[in-house]
């Protein structure tokens, strides 16, 4: 019930993830935080473990955090999962990582299966991406989000829109 979120300064703005923990669980104490330089550092590659350029933004964002003693943080933004084991050595082994963008994968998944809409293909398809940010750098990152590029068109979304 001590939940920490951390995100980028739009996503923590506006308020939505503190809001639905607040319906959920209206006793819970919540430490917003944004962390708007975990985006760079990931999208240029200092995502290695024990990077003390990216050691050092981490216990500079987090510090307030920890301190706070929350038991759950809540890695709010798609890049943060890829700092999740220094997050996580920093935070501390009593403290539980939510990365929400696979919770939100796995709760789909869920969704469409109760409502019988899952097409019971295996590969094959066709992917879209959107993202928030210029897609230019998005084919150059796939790798490090993905695994592999599956193709498909790449579209900016105005986020705030949302």
Do not use: W
Not at 69 to 86: A, E, N, Q
Not at 101 to 107: C, F, H, I, N, R
Not at 127 to 153: H, I, M
């Amino acid at each position: 019930r001590r939940v920490g979120l951390i995100g980028t300064a739009a996503t923590i703005r506006s308020g939505s993830y503190a809001a639905v923990i607040r319906d959920m669980m209206p006793d819970a104490k919540i430490t917003a935080r944004a962390c708007p330089l975990f985006v760079p550092l990931v999208e240029n590659g200092y995502v290695n473990d024990g990077n003390p350029v990216t050691r050092l933004v981490i216990a500079e964002y987090l510090e307030e955090v920890r301190a706070a003693g929350v038991d759950t943080l809540i890695l709010g933004c798609t890049h943060y999962p890829l700092l999740k084991k220094m997050i996580g050595d920093f935070m501390g082994d009593d403290v539980t990582l939510i990365d929400a963008g696979k919770v939100t994968a796995q709760a789909a998944a869920a969704a469409l299966a109760d409502l019988d809409l899952l097409s019971g293909r295996t590969g094959g398809g066709t992917a879209r991406y959107y993202v928030s940010d210029t897609p230019d750098n998005f084919t150059q990152q796939e790798q490090l989000f993905l695994g592999e590029y599956a193709g498909g068109p790449v579209e900016r979304i105005a986020i705030e829109s949302y």
